[in-house]
């Protein structure tokens, strides 16, 4: 069998480390000596308990996570997220959210079935291609708690600077920038996302919870499986977690420190950008769609202003290896997406076919 790897630059489930690819593979057959894969492992094994801690404790060392936070692996992708973080934090059933984009959108149609939530601020207007000030907001003086989505995955845009959220929680979806850079946890109440961006195989959730923001004083009717204090009071172990998935996210949380960490990982990840935004600056056939001050260092959108041509190009790149490049279905035009595991030989490989294309097509 003739292995061919592409360059895959998919929003999500996106490329994984090829090393970590290797080494699960390695152990698909026999996980240290145990004679069994880690999926037909108990999750109440000892051995899978050191995979679990593990895991928890590395990427507590990756974004130096504050003692009073806990983490949880969760299941119900990100959108689960939508519903529970009101359930759980909704104390006055109020909360103000910050709209830019689909993501954030969601977030706060859901919350309003629980509660009064406020759309505090909106780009909608351009269609999401700018981060709106967020400096001196109408933070409603009962807000439960203020809500972003940190990186707009569909958009490419994301916030370089937090809300002033006049005192309140902040709680954030992180989904498509995780680990993509440092972070001060404790600016944050809660911060959560669905590992299939940049960590994992889909059906991770990851969330990081101020402890006081865990209780039992949930909303009425909130599921067992909603409440975070069921999962946290457990370590994550109530009931089955995404065992296997939660080991992959653990072997890439090793890849990351091996990498040098977060502070490493950010340089690279501002130097493969850079190579695909300077170019997108100075083409003649290609646009990117973002106000520069707030463009993803993750998710690059670009158009060539002719969706012939724009279809022509997703095509041809494929037949070159590089492969995901259409955009999300309500923007149109193409999406690079350059998470951790993107090398940067490939963002290069994708600048040369772009100038190949311009030259052709202009
Ligand atoms: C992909 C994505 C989601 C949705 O994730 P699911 O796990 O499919 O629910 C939510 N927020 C952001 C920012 C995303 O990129």
Redesign the pocket.
């Known amino acids: 069998m003739i292995m061919a790897r592409v360059y895959n630059f998919s929003?999500?489930p996106a490329m994984l480390p090829e090393e970590v690819l290797k080494e699960a593979a390695a152990e698909m057959l026999d996980y240290e000596g145990s004679g069994m894969s880690v999926m037909e492992m108990s999750h109440r094994s000892k051995t899978y308990d050191n995979i679990i801690k593990t895991a928890e404790q590395d990427l507590r060392d990756l974004m130096n996570i504050p003692d009073n936070y806990k983490v949880l692996f969760l299941q119900g992708?990100?959108?689960?997220q939508f519903a529970a973080i009101p359930m759980n934090l909704m104390k006055n059933k109020v909360a103000d959210y910050i709209i830019t984009g689909q993501?954030a959108k969601k977030a706060y149609q859901e919350a309003q079935i629980y509660g009064k939530a406020n759309a505090i601020a909106s780009s909608a207007d351009k269609t999401f291609s700018y981060i709106p000030d967020c400096s001196d907001l109408p933070v409603s003086p009962d807000a439960d708690y203020v809500y972003i989505?940190e990186?707009?995955?569909i958009y490419g845009t994301k916030f370089k600077t937090l809300p002033n959220t006049k005192g309140k929680t902040l709680v954030a979806?992180v989904?498509?920038c995780f680990l993509s850079e440092p972070v001060d946890v404790t600016k944050y109440g809660l911060i959560y996302?669905?590992v299939?961006?940049n960590i994992g195989p889909?059906g991770v959730?990851i969330v990081i919870i101020r402890e006081d923001l865990i209780t039992e004083d949930t909303l009425p009717g909130t599921p067992t499986m909603l409440k975070y204090k069921t999962h946290a009071d457990n370590g994550s172990l109530y009931n089955t977690p995404p065992a296997y998935g939660i080991y992959i996210c653990g072997k890439v949380f090793k890849w990351l420190k091996k990498m040098g960490g977060l502070e490493a990982i950010k340089q690279r990840n501002e130097e493969k950008a850079k190579i695909l935004y300077d170019f997108l600056d100075e083409s003649k056939l290609f646009k990117g769609t973002v106000r520069k001050e707030d463009r993803s260092l993750m998710n690059v959108p670009f158009v060539t202003g002719s969706e012939e041509l724009d279809a022509k190009f997703v095509k041809e790149a494929a037949e070159h290896g590089l492969v995901s490049l259409k955009g999300h279905r309500t923007v149109g035009g193409m999406r690079a997406s350059i998470y951790n595991a993107m090398p940067k030989e490939g963002v290069v490989k994708l600048v040369e076919f772009m100038k190949e294309f311009e030259k052709k097509n202009l």
């Not at 992708?77 to 689960?80: I, M, P, T, Y």
């Open positions: 929003a999500g992708g990100a959108s689960q993501w989505c990186n707009n995955t979806d989904s498509s996302g669905g299939q961006k889909a959730v």
